[in-house]
C-alpha cells in the first residue's frame, strides 16, 4: 500500500480538507478566501462609519464650543447641527 499524499493546507486555512485554491499567497481553500473577504469588507466598513461618526462628533464639538456658554433650546440645537458643514475627508475616502 502506497500512503496517500498529504492534504496541503495553508497557515490560514488549517481546519479545512478542501481542496486549496493555489492561485494566490497565501493558499487558501476558495470558500474560506471568501468568507475572509467578506469579513474584511465588513470590517473595512465598519472602521469608515466609526471614523465618519467620530469626524463628525469633534466637527459638533468644536461648534458648540464656538457658541460659548449658555443654554440652548432644542430647537437652537438641532438648527445649529443642520447648518455645521460635513467635515471633509480624509485621503483615500470616496
Given at each position: 500500500?502506497?500512503?496517500?499524499?498529504?492534504i496541503?493546507?495553508?497557515?490560514?486555512?488549517?481546519?479545512?480538507?478542501?481542496?486549496?485554491d493555489?492561485?494566490?499567497?497565501?493558499?487558501?481553500?476558495?470558500?474560506?478566501?471568501?468568507?475572509?473577504?467578506?469579513?474584511?469588507?465588513?470590517?473595512?466598513?465598519k472602521?469608515e462609519w466609526?471614523?465618519?461618526?467620530?469626524?463628525?462628533?469633534?466637527?459638533?464639538?468644536?461648534?458648540?464650543?464656538?457658541?460659548?456658554?449658555?443654554?440652548?433650546?432644542?430647537?437652537?440645537?438641532?438648527?445649529?447641527?443642520?447648518?455645521?458643514?460635513?467635515?471633509?475627508?480624509?485621503?483615500?475616502?470616496?
Amino acid at each position: 500500500m502506497t500512503p496517500e499524499p498529504a492534504i496541503e493546507t495553508a497557515a490560514k486555512c488549517l481546519k479545512c480538507t478542501k481542496d486549496l485554491d493555489t492561485t494566490g499567497k497565501p493558499v487558501w481553500c476558495k470558500a474560506c478566501r471568501a468568507q475572509y473577504h467578506r469579513e474584511y469588507e465588513a470590517l473595512k466598513k465598519k472602521q469608515e462609519w466609526t471614523a465618519g461618526v467620530e469626524a463628525m462628533r469633534g466637527l459638533l464639538a468644536r461648534e458648540f464650543d464656538n457658541q460659548g456658554s449658555g443654554r440652548f433650546t432644542g430647537y437652537e440645537c438641532a438648527d445649529l447641527i443642520w447648518r455645521c458643514p460635513a467635515p471633509e475627508r480624509q485621503n483615500g475616502e470616496s
